[in-house]
């Protein structure tokens, strides 16, 4: 069993910045370094959506276009820990946000592609 952990979530004003850390635990830890790791968020009355997404080892990287130049996902497999750097934040941006574990070492956009969910973290941006 794998748990993931989010952090960094919080209170931000309009236009801020927040920094989101993953960090993958437990027995199999160790296969998250062989993992693509994606970012989902879920506004309360929407269905859950991709953000971002990571190769297993960093070197493909793939937005949605709702996030595309304003957020960065990126790894650092020696910490087992995945990020999601999100600047220019607005009040739409508010929402539950997830990590999560690939089935593959790729990570696309659908929700099914991920095995693995942390429980969450929550970003409020106040306008």
């Known amino acids: 069993q794998v748990q993931l952990v989010e952090s960094g979530g919080g209170l931000v004003q309009a236009g801020g910045s927040l920094r989101l850390s993953c960090a993958a635990s437990?027995?199999?830890?160790?296969?998250?370094?062989?993992?693509?790791m994606g970012w989902f968020r879920q506004a309360p009355g929407k269905e859950r959506e991709f953000l971002a997404g990571?190769?297993?080892?960093?070197?493909?990287?793939n937005y949605a276009d709702s996030v595309k130049g304003q957020f960065t996902i990126s790894r650092d497999n020696a910490k087992n820990t995945v990020y999601l750097q999100m600047n220019s934040l607005k009040p739409e941006d508010t929402a539950v946000y997830y990590c999560?574990?690939?089935?593959?070492?790729?990570?696309?956009?659908?929700?099914?592609?991920?095995?693995?969910w942390g429980q969450g973290t929550q970003v409020t941006v106040s306008s």
């Open positions: 990571i190769s297993w080892n960093g070197g493909s990287t």
């Open positions: 437990g027995r199999a830890s160790r296969t998250i370094s062989n993992n693509g």
């Open positions: 999560a574990a690939a089935r593959s070492s790729f990570a696309g956009a659908g929700a099914d592609g991920y095995r693995y």
